[in-house]
């Protein structure tokens, strides 16, 4: 493989482009919705800490490696790990950890696109003023018959994965890198305003506690593996999303730099959303725990009660979709550039099969909240399990198989060229982490789950 090589699918225009379309790949529902939620169910404090420290010491050194693997591979996952094995004369094995990163992006999607699906219903609720002057119990059962429904939550889901499809269909790199200029920036000022907002409810400091507040009585074996499968959700990490993206990268680009600022930018906005949420949750007597809901059941009341609350409510739904928008296409686009690179289909083509399995499944989660709500396996219900197998197993075992890839097969010289560090010690410092720390940390919270511990 030259230096000079290219993906066939194109190249970021800028250096900008390419932090870009990566936060838009971290910054999604994951952040605004997953976060809070997980937080509450998970008790607070010693959570976050405990998701702070796997996005620092795991996620970071496992982005970096999963990028520059993207960038030296050049292609989609699949064949991206056919050609770095062959590059390390490894075991062809390898491979498989490509077709996990499909097979796990379209299952993601499959839910994320349902709950993308309800931001999309709530920016029309917001629009037509059912938030004005509505109490905590409104709000509450407003959410209650919208999930009820699953017409309405088949109508959304479908909606989102069209314009997911439609956005895939021309080309990550032309389709979403305009709108991103201008809507990241946006979410971020809306945010900060959010906040103001928040400051000036009385259960503010309440809020802050609860998340800042770390309490290891409360964190269990599983919490923790959720924080650990957070981490990798949120920075989009461990199935090939990043790979891809990478593949997109000019070389002249740092990889380091660049991997420092998405999941900084990444982490900030999940905090922000937790400084937001908790304090209103306290104010008006709410369970902190009360799951996936959490943001559709706090948010409106502030929005109908606030100054320019109808405003803000529109503006705020319609930046959670675009950046859920963003995040949706980093998703399927391993599967749509497999599909192109190894079965020979067009871009269409490949997006319309893609896209139509993805929204298949999705009817999975969707009866899960309201028709099949009781069928449960293990113990959880289908939306529940599609989660915990992708965020907290799939997620994970790719991150761990990722650094042992990049810390153990790899040749040297490739990942410290790729990584292009200013100095040895800094490349000797990411070597440490992600030949031994990273993996480490999987496998020992992976021990602890099942028990062994
Ligand atoms: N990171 C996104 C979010 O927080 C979701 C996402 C995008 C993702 N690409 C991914 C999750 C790859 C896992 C793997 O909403």
Request: no cysteine; glycine share 6%; aromatic share 20%.
């Given at each position: 493989m030259s230096d000079t090589k290219k993906s066939p699918q194109g190249e970021w225009s800028s250096h900008f482009a390419f932090i870009l379309a990566a936060t838009g790949s971290a910054v999604g529902l994951g952040n605004i919705w997953k976060f809070p939620y997980i937080t509450g169910e998970n008790g607070g404090g010693a959570f976050v800490l405990v998701y702070l420290l796997c996005v620092a010491l795991v996620g970071l050194p496992i982005m970096m490696a999963e990028t520059l693997m993207g960038r030296r591979g050049r292609h989609n996952p699949v064949t991206t790990m056919e050609a770095l094995t062959a590059e390390a004369k490894?075991?062809?094995?390898?491979h498989y950890l490509g077709w996990m990163g499909i097979i796990a992006g379209m299952l993601i999607l499959s839910y994320y696109s349902v709950i993308a699906g309800w931001a999309t219903a709530y920016v029309f609720k917001a629009f037509s003023g059912s938030?004005?002057?509505?109490d905590a119990h409104a709000i509450k059962q407003l959410f209650a018959d919208f999930i009820a429904s699953p017409i309405q939550l088949i109508f959304w889901h479908t909606a989102f994965m069209l314009a997911t499809m439609s956005i895939v269909k021309r080309g990550i790199s032309h389709g979403l890198e305009k709108s991103l200029r201008f809507l990241m920036p946006c979410l971020f000022v809306l945010l900060i305003l959010l906040v103001g907002y928040a400051m000036t409810t009385p259960g503010y400091f309440q809020g802050l506690h609860f998340l800042?507040?770390?309490?290891?009585?409360?964190?269990s074996g599983n919490s923790i593996l959720t924080a650990l499968g957070q981490a990798f959700f949120s920075l989009g990490i461990g199935m090939g999303a990043v790979m891809v993206y990478g593949a997109y990268l000019?070389?002249?680009?740092s990889i380091t730099e660049t991997v420092v600022i998405v999941s900084i930018a990444d982490t900030v906005v999940a905090l922000l959303a937790g400084i937001i949420i908790f304090p209103i949750v306290f104010t008006n007597g709410?369970?902190?725990?009360?799951?996936?809901g959490l943001i559709f059941e706090t948010l409106p009341i502030a929005f109908g009660s606030m100054i320019g609350g109808w405003l803000f409510g529109i503006l705020f739904f319609v930046m959670l979709v675009v950046a859920a928008l963003s995040s949706s296409v980093a998703l399927i686009e391993p599967t749509v550039t497999w599909l192109i690179e190894t079965?020979?289909?067009s871009r269409e083509k490949a997006c319309l099969w893609s896209g139509l399995v993805t929204w298949l499944v999705g009817f999975a989660s969707i009866f899960s909240f309201?028709?099949?709500?009781e069928f449960k396996v293990f113990g959880l219900t289908l939306f529940e399990l599609l989660d915990y197998a992708t965020a907290n197993l799939m997620l994970p075992i790719g991150g761990f198989a990722i650094a042992i890839f990049a810390g153990w097969v790899m040749v040297r010289d490739h990942s410290e060229q790729e990584l292009d560090l200013p100095n040895p010690q800094s490349y000797q410092i990411w070597e440490l982490l992600i030949k031994y720390l990273a993996p480490a940390a999987v496998f020992f919270v992976f021990l602890d789950v099942v028990g062994v511990l």
């Open positions: 490894a075991d062809e094995h390898w938030f004005f002057d509505a800042f507040n770390a309490d290891f009585s409360k964190l000019p070389k002249k680009i709410l369970e902190p725990n009360s799951g996936p079965r020979g289909f309201n028709s099949w709500s």
